[in-house]
């Protein structure tokens, strides 16, 4: 089989021959259909987050089971479609054991690839860029009937991410105002959930037109192009004071500070993007006075991914749209080189033969 491999940070991968993966009990043994290409497997590769090398990275997963291991042969069987909806957990700790797997510090990780000869490949994370892999059977959400299979890689991502944004951190009610800024694949994903939710007005921020256009087909009733003006007080201006809900979609500290500003007294400021390693300087602490919460998201719970199968499945979002290029295995690195331009929306690697 083959997978796409990091060498050194900065540099691009490559197609290269491994074993196929032996199957533990708890296992079970998908081929990939999909992978998604997220900016945060390119953070990886630009070295932004440490890890060991080689490595094979990839983490929005869809694919076939081809195989299960003693533990899961009741569960899953041959031929089911799945998507990949979690990432590993010790399955002991208080989080776990209450349904917030997503907070778990005690991770476990996945046994690395071997190549012909025994090299060692690592995992970074899931090490989706591959056409088998073995997953714990805990993490696979089979897809209802109608799914995409290659589209549903990436709702156990960014689609999911956004759901938890919107639903568990920062508990929208219908007819609350929202603002979100950064309007990626996350930011976008935020905005179809709260017009679905029902929010209004719902305010785009970013600094490119092209992205601010493609917020309004997702349900954002009004933008700002944040590149000549001040965002915080055009919020500010379009809600009377500040928005009821707030979101950061990029994982930048400066518009990170602005949508806490951007808050009205008594809302919640939600910030999904990743800070990890940042430092966050507010220019004003008078939010403490002002009673805003600041609320952090950390991927999702589980239950999350079954509602948003859901509503994909139903048609109450719709995620086919965001998937704006399908790239063959071969061309992964052009996947890699169209997100930096920001050339897509979401693109996914076809890991099929
Ligand atoms: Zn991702
Ligand atoms: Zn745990």
């Not at 991927?299 to 086919?320: C, P, W």
Request: charged share 20%.
């Amino acid at each position: 089989m083959k997978a796409a491999v990091l060498h050194e940070f900065h540099t691009p991968l490559v197609i290269e021959e491994f074993d196929m993966p032996t199957v533990g009990d708890d296992d079970v043994l998908i081929q990939v259909a999909a992978c998604g290409m997220c900016h945060t497997d390119i953070k990886v590769q630009e070295g932004e987050i440490p890890l060991q090398l080689p490595a094979v990275l990839g983490h929005e997963i869809s694919g076939v089971v081809v195989g299960t291991g003693k533990g899961q042969a009741a569960a899953f069987k041959e031929g089911d479609r799945v998507t990949v909806g979690m990432r590993y957990r010790c399955g002991r700790c208080k989080y776990c054991i209450s349904g917030m797997e997503n907070l778990c510090q005690t991770r476990t990780q996945g046994t690395p690839y071997i190549q012909p000869g025994g090299a060692e490949v690592t995992r970074w994370n899931l090490g989706g860029f591959t056409q088998y892999m073995t997953i714990p059977g805990y993490m696979l959400f089979r897809l209802p009937d109608g799914v995409d299979i290659e589209e549903s890689s990436v709702v156990g991502c960014r689609v999911t991410t956004a759901y938890n944004a919107v639903k568990n951190a920062a508990q929208l009610a219908p007819g609350e105002s929202a603002a979100v800024i950064g309007c990626g694949g996350v930011g976008l994903n935020t905005i179809q959930f709260l017009s679905v939710f029902g929010a209004y007005p719902i305010i785009a921020v970013d600094v490119m037109d092209s992205k601010l256009e493609a917020a309004k087909r997702y349900g954002a009733t009004h933008t700002i192009n944040a590149s000549g003006i001040d965002a915080v007080e055009a919020i500010k201006d379009l809600t009377s004071g500040g928005a009821d809900k707030s979101f950061e979609a990029i994982g930048n500290p400066i518009t990170a500070d602005q949508v806490v500003r951007s808050t009205r007294a008594g809302g919640t400021a939600t910030l999904i993007g990743s800070l990890v390693g940042q430092q966050l300087l507010l220019k004003d602490a008078g939010f403490a006075f002002r009673e805003v919460t600041i609320r952090g998201v950390a991927m999702r719970r589980t239950t999350d991914v079954i509602e948003v199968l859901d509503m994909v499945q139903q048609g109450r979002i719709d995620i086919s749209s965001f998937i704006t290029k399908r790239y063959p295995y071969q061309d992964i690195n052009t996947a890699i080189d169209d997100v930096h331009q920001g050339n897509v929306l979401m693109g996914v690697v076809l890991w099929g033969d």
